[in-house]
């Protein structure tokens, strides 16, 4: 699989760019994702989720990575080779100032420049929702998963709770569950698992975002959870707590959706073809 090196990334300006959140929206996503209980507990979901599913040896991608940290769990999973996927040319940036920075690249989820059925697992974590074509990149996804292979992605969720924060995040849309299992299905997924999770921030979403109470915050959704230390501890609780309760029973509602699926064994003799195109 020819991949650039962290280096290399291509002129955005050669791309046919959707609407994407601005530099600043990654600066503050690159200041806190390592330490912030939001991205940390849905690191754990990914952790939980995939243990024991990628095979030492398989290689993965993390479409959308953002500032890369879901790639460091891919990494301890198994993956021999992991890279990273961003429209962004800014955010890339943040990763490879890193020491010892993932491969990345600057690509479109639309476009991905991968050879058919060449990875093991994909995840694209709260990334398909910026997209006008959400299912043109499942579909792609579907194209780079070798048959059997795992796909694991993330979209927000309830359109009712649009709020300031989706405008900011160049958010397309939000999703109910059954939408959401409908797209992936499209693309020609087998479909193993949806759910939602951060159930317990519906509440206070909702008072936010769909009551006057929204005008007594003046803050980012990632400010609003890290005025207080005490804040981010009890949230990484409940989180904690969501987690061992999702290893058995779906979560009937949350802020947000996951989705485990594969893409389906081939017929002998059939080979692997590529997926939606």
């Known amino acids: ?5 962290t280096s290399d990334l291509h002129a955005g300006e050669a ?3 959707e609407v994407q959140p601005d530099d600043e929206y990654f600066d503050v996503m ?3 994702a390592e330490t912030h209980w939001w991205y940390r507990a849905r690191r754990d979901w990914v952790r939980q989720v995939l243990r024991g599913r990628l095979p030492t040896g398989e ?65 694209s974590l709260e990334v398909i929702e910026h997209l006008d074509d959400d299912l043109a990149a499942l579909r792609e996804c579907h194209r780079l998963l ?20 989706d405008d900011r995040a160049a ?26 999770y951060f159930s317990f921030l519906v509440p206070p979403a909702a008072l936010l975002r769909r009551t006057p109470l929204k005008r007594l915050v ?11 230390p005490l804040i981010d501890k009890g949230f990484a609780g409940l989180a904690k707590l969501e987690r061992a309760i ?18 389906p064994a081939v017929p002998a003799g059939d080979g692997a073809r590529g997926g939606g195109r």
């Open 146 to 165: 070798r048959p059997g292979g795992t796909l694991l992605v993330t979209v927000p969720a309830y359109q009712w709770l649009w709020s300031e924060h």
């Open 171 to 196: 958010h397309r849309r939000r999703y109910r569950a059954a939408r959401f299992e409908r797209a992936v299905r499209d693309a020609g997924f087998e479909v193993e698992r949806v759910t939602y």
């Open 59 to 123: 290689r993965a991608i993390d479409v959308g990575c953002g500032t890369g940290e879901a790639m460091a769990v891919l990494d301890e999973l198994g993956a021999s080779v992991t890279v990273g996927t961003d429209l962004s040319s800014h955010v890339l940036r943040h990763v490879v100032r890193r020491p010892n920075p993932p491969r990345v690249l600057e690509s479109q989820a639309e476009r991905l420049p991968f050879p058919d059925a060449s990875a093991g697992c994909v995840i």
């Open 246 to 263: 999702g290893r058995r029973w779906r979560i009937p509602f949350g802020l947000s959706i996951l989705c485990v699926a594969h893409r």
């Open 15 to 17: 791309l046919g760019i």
């Open 1 to 5: 699989m020819s991949v650039a090196p």
């Open 218 to 228: 003046n803050a980012t959704d990632e400010d609003v959870s890290t005025m207080h």
């Open 30 to 32: 690159a200041r806190v």
